[in-house]
């Protein structure tokens, strides 16, 4: 019973191994209590956040099957499909999501990440290829389509003064010069492509984590049940 | 000509200060163990006399945490010299609108935009 509460309390402490291990020292002394249940959710949880999400999640979803207790349940499937929200998995998240019964109070936060999660298609991404293809066809463009437009000006200049400086290096017959300048222009210019295809992966980065974040702060279950009926209360505050 | 080179040299000899070049001590510069990647034997050394040599006497204007110097010789240690020279051309060419892409953090004693080198190789780099 202790080791429940104190696994509890490392899980709020986020002392996750810590949390883990005496979620599982407790099932191994208790193997048939009536807390079982909120250990195994609490050791579910703390594996996730340790970073072994795939094993955390297969705890969670046996622990949905299992348990008699649809608090339980649900918060299973809560932490199961924030876990996939987090790895960019969101067909799986939502259909983990539309699992959650409609007589539980996460059913609201629930359906309201569904709700965003039918516009994962419509996360404005770009093509990191066709972003380096206009790179390629024009120095600055493929900037452009990455929506930098003060890369993409900078672009163009950087690249455009190198070629026309080989040009008129070769025009004037200073052809070592020319070289060498040909050979500068050439690395500038494959790294224009290079910048080009790196900041649209960037704006997809970024454009996914926004959408992540979003229903990361819906599906939030601020508030810890405890299977004994009592109510622990966490409170959080930034400095 | 002789006005410039006087005009850069003059303070080295003034007030028992070696030179610019000391000030680099206050610098970012990258963990001299880290590994080196091969073919960047070239570039590291020009890398180098430009942080030690030009950088203290043109002032501090670079706006990003690393500075563009830092990133140029952490990408060339870790990806080689053709990967590295476009992680550097990427770098300067980015730095234009960094403002509005990179968070602002206190670095030292001024204000930085933050832009790793994890944060422009994560799509291609191995982890």
Request: overall charge neutral; glycine content about 8%.
């Amino acid at each position: 019973m202790d080791k429940n509460r104190i696994a509890g309390a490392y899980l709020q402490g986020e002392e996750f191994e810590k949390a883990a291990n005496a979620a599982e020292d407790f099932q191994r002394e208790h193997p048939n209590h009536p807390l079982r249940f909120r250990s195994i959710l609490i050791q579910g949880k703390s594996i996730i956040k340790i970073g072994h999400t795939r094993e955390g999640r297969k705890v969670l979803l046996n622990l949905a099957k299992e348990t008699p207790d649809l608090r339980i349940r649900n918060e299973a499937l809560m932490v199961v499909g924030r876990s996939l929200v987090d790895e960019g998995r969101f067909k799986e998240a939502d259909e983990i999501f539309s699992r959650i019964d409609k007589e539980s109070s996460l059913y609201k936060k629930a359906a309201k990440a569904r709700r965003y999660l039918a516009g994962a298609e419509e996360i404005p991404l770009k093509s990191p290829e066709l972003a380096g293809l206009l790179g390629a066809i024009l120095p600055g463009a493929g900037h452009l389509y990455a929506e930098r437009r003060g890369s993409a000006v900078f672009a163009f200049m950087f690249t455009g003064a190198f070629a026309t400086a080989t040009m008129e290096a070769f025009s004037n017959e200073h052809n070592e010069l020319g070289c060498g300048l040909a050979a500068i222009t050439g690395l500038i210019y494959a790294g224009n492509i290079f910048s080009a295809v790196n900041v649209a992966h960037n704006h997809n980065l970024k454009q996914t984590k926004a959408f992540k974040e979003r229903i990361m702060d819906t599906t939030r279950v601020g508030m810890w049940v405890g299977g004994d009926g009592t109510f622990m209360l966490s409170l959080g505050w930034c400095f | 000509m002789i006005g410039a080179v006087l005009l850069i040299a003059t303070p080295a000899f003034a007030g028992g200060i070696k030179g610019p070049w000391e000030l680099d001590k206050k610098r970012n510069i990258v963990n001299e163990n880290h590994e080196t990647a091969p073919g960047s034997y070239i570039t590291l050394p020009l890398i180098r006399f430009f942080q030690k040599y030009i950088s203290p006497v043109d002032g501090e204007r670079c706006p990003c945490f690393p500075t563009c110097s830092s990133y140029s010789l952490q990408a060339y240690r870790k990806h080689g010299f053709f990967i590295g020279t476009l992680m550097t051309v990427d770098r300067l060419f980015h730095e234009a609108d960094i403002e509005k892409h990179a968070p602002l953090r206190k670095v030292g004693d001024r204000d930085r935009f933050i832009d790793p080198l994890e944060n422009n190789d994560f799509w291609f780099a191995d982890h």
